[in-house]
């Protein structure tokens, strides 16, 4: 059996306990369709918050959307933990929805692969109700505390050249520590956080010696062969973080 989870609106929950997770159409333009999940309970709860904000046409943003609905999050999104029976596990498959944007392209039935590297995988077909073990809420989540640390100070401090670090950089930094991976680390890798016009990337390699130096690997038209080689966790950002702002 393989434990994973599915971000999803609390709107849709008398539905989906009556009669199982239905198929989707991915939003990557891979043309998939299958039930996206999750490895993580907080990468779940990343994509409920973005369906949330996709749904209901506004920016999609994790930061806004703690900002915006934080306060009232349960009765807007949860997540449902799913276990896929040992013989079902050949229908997972990768995220390919998201290989172009974290540059990943390895074999799509390797979806081992794609948990460690993307976070999430696809189950081709629906869900049956009976796999739905239990519905989180996202108040749940945080008193949890599984890899999801609470909103580090750290990120208040970080400045660039332009005073505080905006909301845009800091977004990004915020979902790469709610939600590590290639895509998350891509997107926030290159986020000034001090007047020396330090970038977390270099900010980790301070503080972590043995981090990548290297990053994604590009063929000799720039084009992505291989996404990066490690993405690091919460612990180490904020780590890179104290080190750079304090
Ligand atoms: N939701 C997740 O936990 C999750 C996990 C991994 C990746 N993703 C990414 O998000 C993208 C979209 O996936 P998605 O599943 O969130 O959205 P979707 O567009 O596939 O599905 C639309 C909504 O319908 C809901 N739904 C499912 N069964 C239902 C039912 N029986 N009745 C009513 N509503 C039902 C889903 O939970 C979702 O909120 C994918 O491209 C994928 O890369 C999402």
Do not use: C
């Not at 999050?73 to 995220?95: F, G, Q």
């Not at 890179?240 to 702002?245: D, N, P, Q, R, V």
Request: charged share 25%; no cysteine.
């Amino acid at each position: 059996m393989v434990t994973l989870f599915h971000g999803t609106l609390t709107q849709h929950l008398p539905e989906i306990l009556a009669n199982g997770i239905s198929e989707g159409e991915g939003w990557g333009g891979a043309g998939t369709r299958g039930t996206f999940l999750s490895g993580s309970i907080q990468g779940a709860l990343y994509w409920a918050k973005i369906a949330y904000q996709r749904d209901a046409g506004e920016k999609m943003e994790i930061d806004r959307f703690d900002r915006d609905h934080g306060h009232h999050a349960d009765e807007l999104i949860a997540v449902l933990v799913v276990d896929v029976p040992e013989s079902e596990t050949s229908r997972l498959k990768a995220d390919e929805e998201q290989f172009e944007d974290v540059g990943a392209d390895f074999d799509p039935a390797d979806w081992q692969r794609s948990l460690k590297e993307i976070g999430d995988v696809r189950f081709e077909g629906p869900i049956p109700k009976e796999w739905v073990q239990e519905v989180v809420p996202p108040s749940r989540v945080k008193r949890a505390g599984r890899r999801a640390p609470a909103v580090p100070v750290e990120l208040d401090l970080a400045t660039n050249m332009f005073g505080k670090l905006k909301s845009g950089p800091r977004s990004k930094v915020m979902a790469l520590i709610q939600n590590p991976s290639q895509k998350t680390w891509d997107n926030a890798h290159g986020v000034i956080l001090n007047s020396q016009w330090m970038t977390l990337w270099q900010a980790i390699l301070a503080v972590d010696p043995t981090f990548p130096k290297e990053g994604k690997a590009t063929d000799v038209k720039g084009r992505v062969i291989e996404g990066w080689p490690r993405v690091p966790d919460p612990d180490l950002v904020i780590r890179a973080l104290k080190y750079a702002t304090h």
